[in-house]
């Protein structure tokens, strides 16, 4: 199966600082990846769709100036949270868009956890 | 507007009691359903996808079905390391973007 992978897998820093996740897909091109979070027992939320090449489509309610997304090349995808504060405290989840054929399955990185002191 | 609902919330199941969960959709014209595993801290597994009503699809223990309102992921005879929560999306429209039912904790009991 596609696997996507997700670095660094649990980060805690600083309120103000900013904080870089990455997300490869390591055995195929995407074209496009998701950004989700997640709170505790909650269901995942999608924060925004990037592109290959273009900008990011944020979802509404989304700050795009604090979440920011770059999609560099086909297997890389990063988000940054830029200022963070506690409440941006989350589980962050990425996916990949096999695309090129007709299921357009989503597969999952395995997520980063984010604390925010 | 597009919504996903998953039921139950919770199931306590003892190990080798089948069961099911249910997902119900109200979309703009499916393009996929799609149902995922997930254990703690960790994200989202791929099982199934689905595209019209009347499909079926199996996985070991796990069978999708799917008809024009619902979907079920059937359990038969779970063990213990089936425990966690499954989720169900829905894909609609002209767009990629997954819709997440809230998912159902699955635990199974030895």
């Known amino acids: 199966g596609a696997v996507v992978s997700q670095h660094p897998s649990r980060v805690i820093c600083k309120s103000g600082t900013s904080v870089k996740i990455e997300c490869r897909s390591l055995?195929?091109?995407?074209?496009?990846m998701f950004w989700y979070r997640q709170f505790p027992k909650q269901s995942l939320m999608l924060m925004a769709t990037s592109n290959e090449g273009s900008k990011a489509t944020y979802e509404q309610g989304v700050e795009k100036d604090k979440f920011l997304i770059n999609h560099a090349s086909l297997t890389l995808s990063t988000l940054t949270v830029t200022s963070a504060h506690p409440e941006d405290s989350s589980f962050y989840i990425c996916?990949?868009?096999?695309?090129?054929?007709?299921?357009?399955?989503?597969?999952f990185g395995p997520g980063t956890r984010l604390t925010v002191l | 507007e597009d919504q996903v609902t998953q039921s139950p919330e919770a199931l306590r199941l003892q190990e080798g009691e089948s069961s099911s969960l249910n997902c119900s959709y109200t979309?703009?014209?499916?393009?996929?359903l799609f149902w995922y595993r997930q254990d703690p801290g960790k994200g989202p597994e791929f099982l199934f996808t689905l595209y019209s009503a009347g499909e079926e699809k199996e996985k070991e223990r796990l069978k999708a079905t799917l008809t024009k309102k619902e979907s079920f992921l059937h359990i038969t005879a779970p063990k213990p390391e089936d425990s966690a929560t499954y989720l169900c999306a829905v894909q609609a429209g002209n767009t990629d973007k997954l819709i997440f039912g809230t998912g159902t904790r699955l635990q199974v009991f030895p």
């Open positions: 055995d195929f091109q995407a074209t496009t």
């Open positions: 979309v703009s014209g499916l393009r996929g």
């Open positions: 996916s990949a868009n096999t695309g090129g054929d007709s299921t357009d399955t989503q597969y």
